[in-house]
């Protein structure tokens, strides 16, 4: 089931975000697509978020749901040691592309994007603060906590009613999301594309080190 607009503007309208704890996961369809590096490097309604320098040798992207456990554990365990080995020293580009599993998940992202705005570093650290909630939001008070964090961030009540109520932001993410399903064949999150080549799940940051160094030196 595609997040479609009418239904995400219903549940909104209907329910409140905090009642939609059980909304069924997304059943995406995946084509028999051409898959390679430069169809992961292509945005597509959405401008990148990313740290590091653009010409960086070797290339990260991040498809995660704000929702998924695993990427909540992979942010707080894996993550920062990536970042401060690879992303601060310059060696890699790491990029981060939402694929909400469900509402909620949507929602997150929503409002990330519009704290950020065009902003990498603040998108990468409102990110970070959701998935260290995401215990407080996912699973309760998730009007209040994604209004807090929205209000900590210098948006209004307004604003932040008005960012979740942002159709045209909502199609864009989901028009990333079903270019990631169709042509990339993402179908779970975490899926890593490292230069292009999908690593799926969970991942240690040992297997990253390794794979890193490899393409580093070729």
Not at 72 to 93: H, L, M, Q, S
Not at 172 to 177: G, L
Request: overall charge neutral; aromatic content about 8%.
């Amino acid at each position: 089931m595609i997040i479609t607009r009418r239904a995400f503007t219903a549940a909104l309208s209907l329910t409140g975000l905090a009642a939609l704890v059980g909304f069924p996961p997304l059943r995406l369809i995946a084509d028999a697509m051409a898959q390679g590096a430069a169809d992961v490097a292509k945005p597509v309604s959405l401008p990148d978020m990313a740290l590091g320098p653009a010409n960086a040798p070797v290339t990260i992207t991040e498809y995660a749901s704000m929702t998924c456990p695993h990427c909540a554990v992979f942010n707080e365990a894996v993550f920062p040691k990536i970042k401060t080995a690879y992303i601060d020293t310059g060696k890699i580009r790491y990029v981060f592309r939402e694929f909400p599993l469900d509402i909620k998940a949507a929602a997150g992202s929503m409002l990330s994007r519009c704290i950020a705005k065009d902003d990498s570093g603040k998108y990468f650290a409102v990110t970070d603060m959701l998935f260290k909630q995401q215990g407080d939001w996912v699973m309760k008070n998730t009007t209040e906590t994604l209004t807090r964090i929205g209000k900590q961030a210098g948006l209004s009540q307004q604003q932040v009613e008005d960012c979740l109520k942002d159709q045209a932001l909502l199609d864009k993410i989901v028009a990333d999301q079903k270019y990631a399903s169709e042509v990339l064949k993402v179908d779970s999150t975490p899926t890593f594309f490292l230069n292009g080549e999908k690593i799926k799940g969970e991942t240690s940051f040992e297997e990253f080190d390794k794979r890193i160094k490899s393409l580093l030196k070729s």
